[in-house]
């Protein structure tokens, strides 16, 4: 059965064999070997066993200096062919894969967003559970890191499953004595024991140990930062997002993501969003999003002005600048073009792509169930993260780390 390997889906996270070291089984452990401090990044071994020692190690480039005749001193990565990488746009079949990150942001190949034309994922929960590798990366299923945060990869990490007397994942532990069920969103298990909390009590319980900010399991993550919180924590799979002045500045990690206000890439400058830029704040405030919405000029450089750019469109500060966009669910539905700019209703992008409009529901693939059902919804030729639609969605981002 497929979900057996299911536990093997925190791979990137957390050893699980309990020998600290080789490939990840299914029992818990501490976590394994890392080339991720300075002291590990200058000491001549490669601790984390992937071939790359220090400097031509890429978790190392930030974290001290190296020469040129580095990976990192070249300040690229090398590609699959252990030649240098080029730089450069990541939007064609070649530096799709190349295997190097060659816009430097980050993320190389099908892991960049921008490959999404030239890359199959394997990041819903059909893909996750149908025995394939579908984004060829040599991983299948739940030993891919992008089904990690999947719920059919759960394993025994419910609390469901960790009081039903099955060993659910296969791994010779059941419940309570299964590691999973030790996890931050379990509440029926204490340790190895059983807590008897009624199921009727489960719910709100987790709500509290997955927004409670504080690490109750020990493993360096907490709250929407685990990925028994994602599992089971329903505020943990859409979070209220930190992409507004006011969210940016409140001193609130509102989208539970670890990062808070202008440390937070959310609230990185935009048309509109002005209270931050370069991960600092600017001191201006809404008055200066309304000005910035109503002076004729593309601020941010992203090709669309003033309302007819989605910073100022869905911005609250500017709702009476904006009034007439196409963006909410009365304007969607009435058969207007509001705004003017050529499309009505469901066919424009400010109804399909707003939060909370449900107007189109059925007509866009931007919920988090439509972006991670394997399914194209709206019968564009694009299923879950590879639509457009689901850009930003919090079931195409990876499970947040602390």
Do not use: K
Request: glycine fraction near 12%.
């Amino acid at each position: 059965m497929i979900i057996a390997a299911t536990v093997l889906a925190l791979a990137g996270c957390r050893d699980r064999d309990g020998d600290d070291a080789g490939p990840p089984g299914t029992d818990a452990g501490p976590p394994g070997p890392q080339e991720n401090t300075a002291a590990l990044c200058s000491d001549n071994v490669d601790n984390d066993g992937d071939s790359f020692i220090d400097c031509d190690d890429s978790q190392c480039c930030s974290l001290v200096s190296c020469d040129m005749t580095t990976r990192c001193g070249m300040g690229i990565d090398a590609g699959v062919d252990g030649g240098a990488c080029n730089s450069g746009p990541e939007d064609n079949a070649a530096a799709c894969s190349d295997g190097c990150d060659n816009d430097g942001n980050m993320f190389s190949d099908c892991r960049d967003r921008a490959c999404s034309a030239f890359c199959t994922f394997e990041n819903s929960n059909r893909a996750c559970n149908d025995g394939m590798d579908n984004d060829g990366n040599g991983f299948t299923d739940c030993m891919d890191f992008e089904c990690q945060d999947r719920v059919v990869c759960a394993g025994e990490a419910t609390n469901a499953n960790c009081s039903d007397g099955d060993d659910n994942d296969g791994d010779s532990m059941t419940d309570c004595a299964d590691p999973d069920c030790q996890d931050e969103a379990i509440v029926v298990c204490n340790g190895t024991m059983a807590t008897g909390v009624p199921e009727a009590m489960w719910a709100a319980m987790v709500t509290t140990r997955c927004t409670d900010g504080a690490d109750n399991d020990g493993d360096m993550r907490f709250d929407c930062g685990e990925f028994s919180c994602l599992w089971n924590h329903p505020g943990c799979e859409q979070p209220p997002r930190e992409n507004t002045n006011a969210a940016c500045s409140d001193g609130v990690d509102n989208d539970q993501d670890g990062l808070m206000d202008c440390a937070d890439p959310g609230c990185e400058r935009a048309e509109g969003r002005v209270v931050c830029m370069g991960g600092a704040a600017t001191g201006l405030t809404a008055a200066d999003a309304i000005a910035e919405c109503s002076d004729s000029t593309d601020n941010d450089g992203n090709g669309f002005m003033d309302c007819m750019d989605f910073g100022c469109s869905q911005n609250p500060d500017v709702t009476g600048t904006c009034t007439m966009q196409e963006n909410t669910d009365a304007r969607c539905s009435d058969s207007t073009d509001n705004d003017g700019n050529g499309f009505t209703d469901c066919d424009d992008n400010f109804c399909t792509r707003t939060p909370g409009i449900t107007a189109c529901d059925g007509r866009v693939e931007n919920s988090y169930a439509s972006c991670s059902d394997g399914m194209d919804n709206d019968g564009n030729g694009f299923a879950d993260c590879r639509d457009l639609d689901c850009d930003g969605n919090p079931a195409c981002t990876n499970g947040p780390t602390m």
